[in-house]
């Protein structure tokens, strides 16, 4: 079974620059989270989706970041425009549904901001 | 969210050593995961333990949600046990994400 995919594997863009990250989740799978995680830090949550349906958005800074999941499987999240403190991994996880079942990551997007 | 401790920060152990990492937890749950993210950033699954105990190889497991504790003990460590492990607890009252603390920082030596 094909893990959660994501690109690209890294990204270096200059502060004010944007940029999108795009995620294809596990074959199945109704939900599909981003998260950002800083160094030295534990992953957090940007957004949960539910087939296409956002069901947690609450620590997205939505005046830069956004998101989509128009079919209710493939994802992307966009940053317009970037601060440096944006500099961080984007992970994209995913889990049969979003009651309590297993989260399975991808391997991340590497975002440098100079 | 729930609030996610972990202990110890740092760890570093000879190969073939014992080891158990703790993960405490401010809220009850209905799920906990542990993962292994390794040197190349990706975070590997250990185990979905909510509560009980699980083994996998050389590695297991403990949960005792009433107590709000988890521990992941690794035996006979190997260098390819390098890396960053994460408790992530979710809880029926802190929406649906996965809650991380900082992690414990292994490093195992030849």
């Known amino acids: 079974e094909a893990g959660v995919a994501q690109s690209p594997r890294y990204k270096i863009i200059e502060k004010r620059q944007s940029v999108a990250f795009w995620c294809n989740p596990i074959?199945?799978?109704?939900?599909l989270y981003w998260y950002q995680q800083i160094l030295g830090q534990g992953p957090k949550l940007l957004i949960q989706f539910q087939n296409n349906g956002v069901v947690d958005d609450s620590q997205l800074p939505k005046d830069r970041f956004s998101a989509e999941r128009l079919k209710g499987v493939d994802s992307t999240l966009k940053i317009q425009p970037a601060k440096l403190e944006d500099s961080a991994v984007y992970l994209c996880?995913?889990?049969?549904?979003?009651?309590?079942?297993?989260?399975?990551f991808g391997p991340g997007t590497r975002l440098t901001v100079t | 969210g729930i609030q996610v401790e972990q202990s110890p920060p740092d760890l570093i152990l000879q190969e073939g050593a014992n080891s158990t990492l703790r993960c405490n937890f401010s809220?009850?749950?209905?799920?906990l995961q542990w993962f292994h993210q390794n040197p190349w950033g990706q975070l590997i699954n250990l185990f979905y333990i909510p509560s009980g105990t699980k083994q996998n190889g050389r590695l297991s497991a403990t949960t005792v949600a009433t107590e709000r504790y988890s521990l992941l003990y690794i035996s006979s460590s190997q260098t390819t046990d390098s890396g960053v492990y994460f408790c992530a607890p979710r809880g029926p009252n802190s929406g649906y994400a996965l809650n991380f603390g900082k992690g414990t920082s292994l490093l195992v030596t030849p």
């Open positions: 809220d009850s749950v209905n799920n």
């Open positions: 996880a995913s889990s049969l549904s979003w009651t309590a079942y297993e989260q399975y």
């Open positions: 074959s199945g799978h109704a939900t």
